[in-house]
């Protein structure tokens, strides 16, 4: 339940730091540095959370 709750935590604010550089005015080399990063972060966690429950979520106790 934790890993499932972390990426709904990490969306939210996923689309926080997005609604935040969309009501900006005019988008800085910063907030565009803000967003390339945590994209970065979101792709990456995504990827493991993904290959994590394709593979049954680690429960598996025949595993050494």
């Given at each position: 339940?934790?890993?499932?709750?972390?990426?709904?935590?990490?969306?939210?604010?996923?689309?926080?730091?997005?609604?935040?550089?969309?009501?900006?005015?005019?988008?800085?080399?910063?907030?565009?540095?803000?967003?390339?990063?945590?994209?970065?972060?979101?792709?990456?966690?995504?990827?493991?959370?993904?290959?994590?429950e394709?593979?049954?979520g680690?429960n598996?106790?025949?595993?050494?």
């Amino acid at each position: 339940i934790v890993p499932r709750f972390m990426m709904i935590v990490m969306t939210l604010v996923y689309i926080r730091c997005i609604e935040y550089a969309l009501a900006q005015p005019e988008l800085s080399t910063q907030m565009a540095s803000l967003i390339s990063v945590v994209t970065g972060a979101m792709t990456g966690s995504f990827a493991v959370f993904i290959n994590k429950e394709s593979k049954g979520g680690g429960n598996d106790k025949s595993d050494p």
